[in-house]
């Protein structure tokens, strides 16, 4: 993955309104979203919910698919697993890592 790349998806993300929505497409899995059920569950006004989706997508964060009348936004999860790699490519300088359960970083 390309810097720019990861730039611009960790800006997208760096914004509490675009980090809720994209937690709840992740937490939708493959189902997807319609941006009424999105809205409703973060209590944002559509025109708000849209700009945000908007610069989501532009990050290669979402996708969206016409179903009929519905949209349908998704979690982009080959880029999120792209990013976390990215994140944790070098990880402790190639030495296994504590559990998850630890609070200190083996490195």
Known sequence: ???????RSL????????LK????LV???QHGLTPGAL?????LPAA????????????????????SRNVVYRAAF????ELLAYLTENCCQGEAC???????CAC
Do not use: C, W, Y
């Open 21 to 24: 929505v994209f937690r709840l």
């Open 48 to 67: 708000t919910l849209s700009f945000h989706l908007k610069e989501l997508s532009n990050a290669g964060l979402v996708s969206q698919e016409r179903i």
């Open 1 to 7: 993955m390309e810097e720019q790349h990861v730039i």
């Open 39 to 43: 809205a409703e569950a973060l209590e």
């Open 98 to 104: 504590m559990p998850a359960s630890s609070t200190t």
């Open 27 to 29: 937490v939708a899995g």
């Open 11 to 18: 800006a997208a993300l760096a914004q509490a309104h675009r």
């Open 78 to 81: 080959d880029h999120m697993n």
